[in-house]
């Protein structure tokens, strides 16, 4: 069985049916997955739709978004995590990080939320799901700030891809790093490299959905314009395929490479042994 670290199934594109994208994925083997917010107006939406696709759920606010969020919002997310802290379904503060891509984005607010976000993960022992794109150093010396250390909770970098120095760094503080579509691509030499190298307690699987499709699902924009029906989405249905990717660079078998990325997501997000619990025993059990 696999679990999908990683899927935005509250995504426009899954058209208010990601808890059937999500049932969808089990009958192929995905056990369940986790769903992370991106701002508090979806704070209640991804809680839904944990608890009705048997999912799990991480509660933050993403660098894309602070830009229209009031630093209430932050009082809206330490309150809705204390509420959450007896729900089974909940797993750790997410997503949230630094963009450094994206042109355009006030640096300096997001780093006001990426630190008050970690302070609120230390208060409460909650791992983080971090969004790191061309920002690997500045979260680095965040994490390293706000007491992040190997032997308490930490948490996922999601869709990694840095060196291997900065992914070491998040290592050295216990981090799994998430592997998906983008690994699937020969050309993404550095991603595959790492996936290939880095320690058996590293890798978790992702897919982004409905974001980063694997090669599979990729087609050119002007391809997609003048097909007569869209590029299938990307969903947690392509995890098993984009594993088989993860064994071959790494020699595993599919069996083995189930049970160590679930091991792996155990270990970074704890409380999702509750989940999983549950929905192997709903495997187990046929219905």
């Not at 150093?137 to 250390?149: I, K, N, P, T, Y």
Request: glycine share 8%; with cysteine; hydrophobic share 45%.
């Amino acid at each position: 069985m696999w679990v999908d670290t990683h899927a935005h199934l509250d995504a426009g594109e899954f058209e208010g049916r990601g808890a059937v994208a999500a049932e969808r994925a089990r009958l192929v083997g995905v056990a369940c997955g986790v769903i992370p917010a991106v701002e508090k107006a979806n704070f209640a939406t991804v809680q839904t739709l944990a608890r009705a696709s048997g999912w799990a759920y991480a509660l933050g606010i993403h660098p894309l978004y602070v830009g229209r969020a009031l630093d209430t919002d932050l009082d809206e997310l330490r309150q809705t995590v204390e509420r959450a802290l007896h729900d089974p379904h909940f797993v750790g503060i997410g997503e949230i990080g630094l963009d450094f891509f994206v042109p355009g984005l006030d640096r300096e607010r997001q780093q006001h939320f990426y630190a008050a976000q970690l302070r609120l993960a230390r208060d409460f022992d909650l791992p983080v799901i971090l969004h790191v794109r061309k920002s690997q150093d500045a979260l680095l010396a965040g994490l390293r700030r706000h007491g992040f250390a190997a032997g308490r909770p930490a948490g996922i970098a999601h869709a990694f891809n840095g060196s291997a120095q900065q992914a070491q760094g998040f290592i050295d503080l216990g981090f799994a790093l998430g592997f998906g579509g983008a690994m699937t691509f020969e050309r993404a030499l550095n991603i595959r490299r790492l996936a290939a190298t880095v320690p058996d307690t590293v890798p978790v699987l992702e897919t982004d959905a409905p974001d980063i499709p694997p090669v599979w699902l990729y087609r050119p924009r002007a391809a997609q314009q003048d097909a007569d029906v869209p590029a299938e989405p990307n969903t947690p249905q392509q995890v098993a395929r984009i594993a088989q990717t993860l064994a071959e660079l790494r020699g595993w078998t599919l069996p083995h490479t189930a049970a160590q990325t679930t091991a792996n997501a155990l270990r970074a997000l704890p409380r999702l042994a509750a989940v999983l619990a549950v929905a192997q025993a709903r495997s187990v059990g046929g219905s």
